[in-house]
């Protein structure tokens, strides 16, 4: 529910930034329309066709630029907990990386009639400076645009705090210490309701509890039960506030927390001097936060994701639909049972689906719930159209239902059963990290050949480089390499 409540404040933002952009595009123009002032003789002041409302005041080319210099700045990360002054720092940087941008854009298009004056200005002191108004409507355009970023920006997150401080949008949290830095923790996140974060619960930093309560919120149990809690009391976020005194058990409380796929923080006991380069430093309130793990695809890059796998999966189901009726066909002529196979997967936040596959196997009922095992190359269950569809990954075009259901995406690790999954979280660390993001129908695992029975090591190591180095641009490279690599694979069985 709160990931749908993200993307659709990502996508009402998003909304408000393209509109704010525009406005700011159309001021600059305006300043250079008045500047022509008096036009010569037959010239009007408005453009003649709707077209030109859009080209010269340079919308279709700002827009675009300025919203994926936001992405990358990282201002549709979620941001509760973090200062406005770092967003207009950030604002400052996109305004100026959009314009450059702008400017080359036009200048490779060749585009002389927005990038100088069509015609000359009456103003004499314009002439004087040597200026042209495609130029003077850049520069104001380099002026008016932060301004107006920083304004609407400003009121978007006052308007937020307000929602929040009304108990709307709120994102529920677990304080692991219940000493004084867990205390601390926790009246400065009461003391900031505008962050929407609630403390739902404390977990003692030692191995027993023996309170019942801190800070008006229970206190449900010790580090000894910390698995079994966030099992049965599931949060958004885990802020680890443990005392100097009991620090060393921070390393290993963070390697129990790699088996559970939620947002970890941390809140040290002083003021953190060195940082590794792959957290993240915030303040709240003058309370330093470390921010251990975050799922990549917060904010507009989710949401940006999200389209691309709907678009696709859309795509792909026009495109395979004569391909899938023949394999369809194949199946039910292959012997009985349904055509398509259900099976239990897990994907994002270690939540549980069906998959949808074409069946390949001859006695699917046949194999034990309980039973976890991959299939082995030459297993006797395959029929000979299942070995077709396996060898050539066709017994996967159904997933394309699931990426538009939203249960898996187009590029991501591959889903595992549950009962795999309770396994390799106690052997494998980090293997839970997979579940920060949605399962895939192919991934980077996939398209550098481990696939099948391959090294379950190998294939975690680049699952977690896909999460950790998760970009647009990455998943677009495996889209590419999927076509050429990713159907047909020696390991495919």
Not at 135 to 159: E, K, N, T
Not at 200 to 216: D, K
Not at 254 to 268: G, Q, S, Y
Not at 398 to 404: A, H, M, R, T
Request: a positive charge.
């Amino acid at each position: 529910m709160l990931r749908k409540q993200n993307q659709l404040f990502v996508s009402l933002l998003c909304a408000f930034d393209a509109l704010v952009i525009a406005i700011a595009c159309v001021a600059a123009w305006i300043l250079r329309k008045l500047l022509m002032l008096p036009l010569p003789e037959g010239h009007r002041f408005w453009p003649q066709s709707w077209e030109s409302y859009f080209k010269e005041p340079l919308v279709l080319f700002t827009i675009p630029v300025t919203l994926y210099a936001m992405w990358f700045f990282g201002l549709y990360r979620p941001r509760r907990d973090r200062t406005l002054r770092g967003e207009y720092v950030q604002i400052l940087k996109v305004s100026v990386a959009a314009v450059i941008g702008v400017v080359v854009m036009l200048w490779a298009l060749g585009n002389e009639e927005l990038l100088g004056a069509t015609l000359e200005s009456q103003a004499a002191w314009i002439n004087g400076l040597g200026l042209d108004l495609g130029r003077i409507q850049i520069g104001a355009l380099a002026l008016i645009l932060p301004v107006a970023l920083i304004v609407h920006r400003s009121a978007f997150r006052m308007l937020l705090r307000a929602i929040r401080r009304r108990g709307w949008n709120l994102r529920h949290v677990a304080i692991i210490g219940v000493g004084r830095v867990g205390r601390i923790a926790c009246q400065t996140i009461d003391r900031n309701t505008w962050t929407g974060l609630n403390v739902s619960y404390f977990i003692s930093h030692r191995e027993t509890n023996r309170l019942t309560e801190c800070q008006g919120r229970p206190v449900l149990g010790g580090i000894g039960d910390l698995e079994e809690i966030l099992r049965k009391h599931p949060v958004d976020a885990i802020y680890v506030a443990v005392p100097t005194a009991r620090s060393a058990i921070v390393p290993r409380l963070l390697h129990r927390l790699d088996k559970v796929a939620v947002d970890v923080r941390i809140v040290p006991d002083v003021n953190p001097r060195y940082v590794q380069q792959n957290m993240t430093t915030s303040e709240l309130d003058g309370m330093p936060v470390l921010s251990y793990r975050e799922s990549p695809l917060c904010g507009f890059g989710g949401l940006f994701k999200r389209g691309i796998d709907v678009v696709g999966a859309l795509a792909g189901l026009i495109i395979f639909a004569p391909v899938m009726l023949v394999c369809a066909i194949a199946v039910r002529a292959s012997g009985p049972g349904s055509v398509i196979f259900r099976q239990q997967r897990v994907s994002l936040g270690g939540g549980v689906f069906s998959i949808y596959k074409f069946r390949t196997m001859r006695y699917v009922q046949g194999e034990a719930v309980g039973e976890a095992r991959w299939t082995a190359r030459d297993d006797p269950r395959i029929t000979r159209v299942g070995r077709v569809l396996r060898q050539t990954s066709l017994d996967e075009l159904p997933q394309l239902l699931n990426v538009l259901k939203g249960d898996m995406s187009l590029v991501g690790p591959r889903p595992e059963r549950p009962e795999l999954i309770d396994r390799f979280r106690e052997d494998w660390r980090g293997y839970m990290l997979r579940q920060h993001v949605k399962a895939g129908i192919t991934g980077w695992a996939q398209v550098n050949g481990l696939r099948g029975d391959t090294s379950l090591r190998k294939r975690l190591q680049y699952d977690l480089f896909y999460i950790r180095n998760w970009s647009l641009w990455l998943d677009l490279r495996i889209l590419t390499l999927t076509v050429f690599r990713g159907f047909v694979h020696r390991n495919a069985h």
